[in-house]
Nanobody
């Protein structure tokens, strides 16, 4: 069983930066690929970024490539999402997930956090 808790969301202006954190409660954190997803009102949950067990393989949605950076610290059992140059269209609830190695498909993630709200004003 994996428990995940996100933090770091908030209300910011367009162009600002935020760093989301996700803390995992699991003995074998480095056995899991980790991902960030987001869901805006009235839309489906979508892939944002993922990172492999080792942290060497990272994948990003085209909409965030060059602006967002995913990292992980296996010793601390943490995964982060650094978000720069935020846009109003980045407004959503952001979810941390644990599952297959660097997967982009929501169905390949078995464990989810409750989410943290990010709101970007124009």
């Amino acid at each position: 069983q994996v428990q995940l808790v996100e933090s770091g969301g908030g209300l910011v202006q367009a162009g600002d930066s935020l760093r989301l954190s996700c803390e995992a409660s699991v003995r074998t954190f480095n056995n899991y690929g980790m991902g960030w997803f987001r869901q805006a009102p009235g839309k489906e949950r979508e892939f944002v970024a993922s990172i492999s067990y080792s942290g060497l393989n990272r994948r990003y949605a085209d909409s965030v490539k060059g602006r967002f950076t995913i990292t992980r610290d296996n010793a601390k059992k943490m995964v982060y999402l650094r978000m720069d140059s935020l846009k109003p269209e980045d407004t959503a609830v952001y979810y941390c997930a644990a599952g297959r190695d660097a997967a982009i498909d929501v169905a390949l993630y078995d464990y989810w956090g409750p989410g943290t709200q990010v709101t970007v004003s124009s």
